[in-house]
């Protein structure tokens, strides 16, 4: 009877784990999940419970991924690529990354800081003076009681830490905090939703707006690393895509990511439900099918990934700062960049989170074991896109997590789930 319960248990191990057989990633060992202290039983539950979701219509298909210690001890494709639910999704599948774009140009960003060519107290007009007196939007009120707001002198310059952490007082057009912002980043397309605008179109529009907050004081999620990728090109001396693909993507061996689809992924490129009524305007923002070149390439929101590409850039963070032998920061950047740097400010992370986070060096940081919606650990890191996707690093565990799918009106609802999920295997440190 003992036997044959490790059998049934070996077995279990053996089709979440197989056929984990490509360079870089995993060793298909059946007892991987056991040894790592996830329970095959319980990481068994995932396939049902994404399953349920496809059917339920919540989205149509999605790729999962769980590693501890490096180690993978799940990887799965579950549903379908596209709307129609006619080609089954593959776990080489291609997604639109959306806002998981923003930690890799943030680790960009702080690469050039350990060179010494880059300063969080570096002021944003050094690099582009069209940011240098800046106005902000103050409430006024009249004789009569009446409120309007004016713009008035920035008391402070944006500085890079700013960027960094979307206390700029920039926003989106989309979570706009005043009517007047959201008129004047859609009548100026800041986001090139509908022109492509050149980086010093951008700039210019950008910083002809004022700001919602005082820059310093509040989190104010934003086009804040989409101005912070044009300041890495300044630096770099390259064009953003071009310094990501040299500095971050091969050396990590990222060969399925990059800002624009490549002929090869076509056939594996997740689509969203037509019915979305997000789809659209993210399809339209993303545009991955184009050459990034034609506009300022968006480094809050450009790249296409993969699962494995994506497993492979968060294992170095979770290392911290190497991946087989090529170190891309040191641990003590990667303990600075996984910090919480709101300490005291306004705002809050939560509406990508849930409760519970702050914000570190363009990633949400956990500060404390409670007093959020899902289980982890003190410190550990999150993002996600608006097209569906998300990752989790938690390096008090060991663990990294990727969730990708192509369902942007439920996106918060999948990523919750599949945290739930990764968390409910876990039995064993």
């Known amino acids: ?37 996830f329970s095959t039983e319980r990481l068994a539950r995932i396939a049902p419970a994404i399953k349920r979701e496809i059917e339920q219509g919540t989205i149509p298909g999605a790729v999962t991924l769980i590693a501890r210690n490096g180690k993978v001890v799940h990887f799965e494709a579950h549903g379908f690529l596209d709307s129609a639910k006619t080609r089954p999704m593959d776990r080489n599948a291609v997604f639109r990354g959306f806002s998981m774009t923003k930690p890799i140009v943030s680790v960009a960003a ?5 060179q010494g060519r880059l300063s969080l ?15 902000v939007y103050t409430e006024v009120r009249d004789e009569r009681g009446r409120t ?31 009517p007047e912002m959201k ?12 022109t492509d605008l050149s980086n010093e179109e951008f700039v210019t529009r950008l910083a002809a707006i004022p700001l919602a907050y005082e820059p310093g004081t509040r989190w104010e999620y934003s086009v804040a690393t989409d101005v912070l990728g044009l300041v890495v ?24 990511t990059s800002f624009q689809l490549r002929p090869d992924q076509a056939s594996r490129f997740a689509d969203a439900y037509d019915s979305d009524p997000l789809k659209v305007g993210l399809w339209k923002l993303a545009r991955s099918e184009q050459d990034p070149g034609k506009r300022y390439v968006h480094g809050g929101a450009g790249a296409v990934v993969t699962a494995r590409d994506y497993f492979r850039f968060a294992q170095m963070v979770a ?15 990667v303990e600075f960049m996984l910090s919480n740097h709101l300490q005291g400010l306004e705002g809050s992370p939560s509406p990508t989170t849930g409760p519970g986070y702050g914000f570190g060096l363009g990633w949400g940081v956990r500060l404390d074991e409670g007093g959020a919606w899902v289980p982890g650990s003190k410190g550990d890191a999150m993002w996600a896109g608006a097209g569906g996707t998300s990752f989790t690093v938690d390096r008090k565990e060991g663990i990294v997590g990727i969730f990708l ?15 739930n999920l990764l968390y409910g295997a876990l039995v064993d440190r």
Do not use: C
């Open 110 to 114: 702080i690469a050039l800081m350990e």
């Open 183 to 194: 008129e004047a980043y859609e009548k100026a397309d800041v986001e090139s939703l509908d």
């Open 405 to 419: 799918s192509a369902g942007p009106s439920t996106r918060q609802k999948t990523r919750f789930l599949f945290k």
């Open 1 to 37: 009877m003992r036997n044959a319960k490790r059998a049934a248990r070996l077995g279990a191990a053996l089709l979440t784990v197989a056929p984990l057989l490509w360079s870089g990633l995993a060793h298909a060992v059946d007892e991987t999940p056991i040894q790592e202290g």
């Open 233 to 256: 090109e300044k630096v770099a001396g390259k064009r953003l895509d071009l310094h990501l693909e040299e500095t971050l993507f091969k050396p990590l061996g990222m060969t399925e």
């Open 148 to 178: 309007s707001r004016v713009a008035v002198p920035a008391k402070r310059p944006i500085l890079i830490w700013d960027l960094i952490r979307h206390t700029a007082g920039f926003t989106y057009a989309g979570t706009a905090p005043f």
């Open 319 to 333: 290392n911290g700062g190497e991946l087989d032998g090529v170190r891309i920061l040191s641990r003590e950047s």
């Open 121 to 135: 107290r570096d002021p944003l007009a050094q690099y582009f003076p069209a940011f240098k007196d800046m106005k």
